[in-house]
């Protein structure tokens, strides 16, 4: 039952990715999904006295239990629907991981995540190649180049979604071919592979959303230097050349702050969209409140409008590490980068192909948080990066080569070969 609730939260969190204006019309019906999966696994994990728990399951419930007690010290500046958002993605790690007992299984749920992407990768795309689905602040206001958000609520979101995609099907190839080597995909998952990757190729380029390009090119770069330097220097000098050649027009789209700075609308303190301003601000704010407050933070959820932190004067910091720290205070951050080692060595502790596509995988998302706002104020990104986590604190053995076939046979949809037991 766990098992067939994971799968329809892992199919049903990209299609409730769609949105509508500015506001998340399906958040609630996410929340009340894993709500059930939450409590079919902990009510079994209870009446069998049976749970099979980590370091990182520790610390999860550490972070956790931190946080709900912030929102209670701080009720009257908090936002529950926050909390959930916050909480959620990392238990879905400890479901997930606990619930998958195979890597078919995990596969089977990584298939069902990719093809829940197809009606908002597929319909963004139709629509902003139809002209619709432009962002609802329109043009970019220095370059006047149009950001487009498609189904999604704004452009940040969409190109989020798109690397997300792209590099989950990477993972799933990776891990594919690690445990069953060259194993052929029927034609319709390469239909649908190169189908969805090429529809979420065109609508990340149009979402112009700089920081999710960075971390699919972070992905890219990561994997490729581990497991093959001779394409990756192919593939810089290509880009090289690229870049060069056509500078005057991919300037505007790859730096508009400088195209601001040249029309005299800021200094050089507005690079990347005024980062180096949003953190100077809010880390001198943190260290200006009184040390209790500085333990716990300023209270989740405690925002005004969506940018502003109610009687403080943060500002939005397009850092999600230092978002953590402004919530949760030093404990809650402490524990946050605590979760980020033991991730970190998990994947270092894999083997072959199947560990440098975890490393890229987590290394690009590492930066894309730092840099914005992505996999812990992205809720619905955030509950699947920790699914495809999942697989590095699976709990099954390495089975036989028999087994390897029949579960490759239900993973892949062709026919097992006939091999003898060993």
Request: include cysteine.
């Amino acid at each position: 039952m766990e098992l067939l609730l994971l799968k329809l939260v892992a199919f049903l969190r990209p299609i409730l990715l769609i949105e509508v204006g500015q506001e998340n019309l399906f958040d609630l019906a996410a929340i009340l999904t894993f709500g059930l999966l939450a409590f079919t696994f902990f009510t079994k994990a209870a009446v069998q006295k049976s749970i099979d728990l980590t370091l990182m399951d520790v610390l999860v419930a550490a972070f956790a239990l931190w946080s709900v007690c912030v929102y209670a010290v701080y009720f009257e500046m908090a936002s529950m629907r926050n909390l959930a958002k916050l909480i959620i993605p990392f238990f879905t790690y400890t479901i997930a991981r606990n619930v998958l007992t195979s890597t078919a299984e995990y596969l089977k749920v990584l298939l069902l995540m990719i093809i829940g992407f197809v009606p908002p990768v597929l319909l963004s795309a139709g629509l902003i190649a139809s002209g619709g689905g432009l962002e609802q602040f329109g043009n970019n206001y220095w370059t006047g180049i149009p950001r487009w958000a498609g189904v999604f609520a704004g452009s940040h979101n969409l190109g989020h979604s798109m690397t997300f995609l792209l590099m989950a099907i990477g993972i799933y190839l990776v891990v594919l071919k690690d445990r069953y080597g060259k194993t052929p995909l029927p034609l319709v998952m390469k239909i649908l592979f190169v189908t969805l990757a090429a529809a979420a190729l065109y609508c990340l380029w149009m979402s112009q959303v700089r920081t999710a390009l960075v971390g699919l090119v972070a992905f890219m770069a990561v994997f490729l230097f581990f497991t093959n330097r001779k394409a990756l220097i192919v593939s810089v000098a290509v880009v090289g050349v690229v870049i060069v050649a056509f500078l005057p027009l991919l300037f505007p789209y790859l730096f508009p702050d400088l195209v601001m700075i040249q029309k005299g609308q800021g200094d050089m303190s507005y690079i990347a969209s005024g980062r180096p301003v949003f953190w100077e601000n809010n880390l001198k704010l943190f260290a200006g409140l009184s040390f209790d407050r500085q333990l716990a933070g300023v209270g989740i959820g405690n925002k005004e409008g969506e940018a502003v932190y109610t009687g403080e004067g943060f500002m939005d910091s397009h850092n999600d590490f230092l978002e953590v720290l402004i919530h949760t205070g030093i404990v809650g951050f402490v524990l946050f980068l605590a979760m980020q080692i033991v991730f970190f060595r998990a994947i270092l502790r894999l083997n072959g192909a199947v560990k440098y596509g975890f490393l890229a995988f987590f290394l690009a998302i590492a930066i894309m948080n730092f840099s914005s706002n992505s996999y812990i104020s992205r809720f619905g990104l955030g509950q699947m990066y920790y699914i495809v986590l999942a697989y590095v604190g699976l709990r099954a053995h390495a089975p036989s080569r028999q087994a390897r076939e029949v579960e490759r046979a239900s993973v892949v949809g062709i026919q097992p070969m006939n091999v003898r037991g060993t």
